[in-house]
């Protein structure tokens, strides 16, 4: 991402903690809060109207369920990444939630800068799980938004750094190594690259890296 505040949309149907949000990150420059919505279908009508870069959304919403609203935000509002929340997070919502699309997932009890990390995190395109469960379980949770994924679609700065590493010779787990995430991680993030470009190999992957300037011979 560059050095531009992050555009925010902040989605719960409980209205104080909601405000409570939007005035912390209204204090935050790293952050513009571009609206609050309180429904699942006002909610993926603002991502529409307002493209922001991370909504970050309560899994309880009026109308409609996080996970629906999580899928359809990921197929027609790629360059929008989503951040949930819950009071007490369990298995069956981090995987249901990674499973659809999301990039983070935390506990309503994290404080301001755990909040604010997992957004600035998933603006990247990189995971975020407040909860004790490794990145390794993250990797498992995201496999169902994999294999649906079509080619194309917005590259993410994780994966541009994957596809750099790649071009230049890295394997995956040496890539995983220079950017201090897990083996499965990064094989999660060559996937999705892959899937994106349409990619057979990595000298695809290459190609892509020259055509882009990510990389030069």
């Known amino acids: 991402m560059p050095n531009r505040p992050i555009r925010l949309l902040l989605a719960d149907s409980h ?16 952050f513009i809060v571009m609206a609050q919505t309180n429904t699942g279908e006002t909610t993926i009508d603002a991502v529409y109207r307002l493209s922001p870069n991370v909504l970050l959304a309560n899994i309880d919403l009026h109308g409609l369920e996080s996970d629906e609203v999580t899928r359809r935000v990921r197929m027609h509002a790629s360059k929008t990444e989503v951040v949930l929340y819950s009071r007490e997070p369990t298995e069956a919502e981090m995987r249901l939630a990674f499973g659809s699309g999301a990039r983070g997932f935390i506990s309503q009890e994290c404080d301001f800068t755990q909040i604010a990390q997992a957004v600035l995190l998933a603006a ?3 995971y975020y799980l407040s909860e004790p469960v490794s990145y390794d379980q993250v990797a498992e949770f995201v496999k169902p938004i994999l294999k649906s994924q079509r080619p194309g679609g917005v590259i993410t700065h994780r994966e541009r750094e994957i596809a750099r590493l790649l071009a230049d010779g890295y394997s995956t787990k040496e890539a995983a190594e220079v950017l201090n995430i897990s083996p499965k991680t990064a094989e999660t993030h060559r996937a999705s690259l892959m899937k994106k470009l349409n990619a057979k190999n990595v000298t695809d992957i290459v190609k892509y890296c020259i055509r882009n300037g990510i990389i030069q011979l």
């Open 15 to 30: 209205q104080l903690f909601r405000q409570g949000l939007v005035a912390l990150f209204e204090q935050d420059p790293r």
């Open 124 to 126: 990247r395109g990189e």
